[in-house]
């Protein structure tokens, strides 16, 4: 994969041009990208951690991974049912 930034694609002038976008590293990137920000967005959401009511190092880091292993169980099925 390719590391890049967002390309602009209103019209007006980008700050990504043709030689990085090409490439078939930048598409798997952004979509790689799309994966991790959605499992964020749900943390931040629906599992309530956007204001975390712990305080310390130690707790918050216990929550996200509680919370992360949860996110991994409600998309279980999902991924399950792919699989051949």
Same mark, same amino acid.
Request: no cysteine; proline share 4%.
């Given at each position: 994969m390719r590391p890049h930034v967002a390309q602009n694609i209103s019209g007006r002038r980008s700050a990504i041009d043709g030689r990085t976008?090409?490439?078939p590293g930048y598409s798997a990137s952004l979509k790689a990208r799309k994966r991790i920000e959605e499992a964020f967005g749900w943390? /931040?959401?629906?599992?309530?951690l956007r204001?975390?009511?712990?305080?310390?190092l130690a707790k918050v880091d216990w929550a996200?991974?509680?919370t992360a292993a949860a996110y991994n169980?409600?998309?279980?099925? /999902?991924l399950l049912a792919v699989t051949p």
């Open positions: 976008t090409r490439h943390i /931040k959401t629906v599992a309530g204001r975390t009511k712990l305080r310390g996200f991974a509680f169980l409600v998309r279980l099925p /999902k």
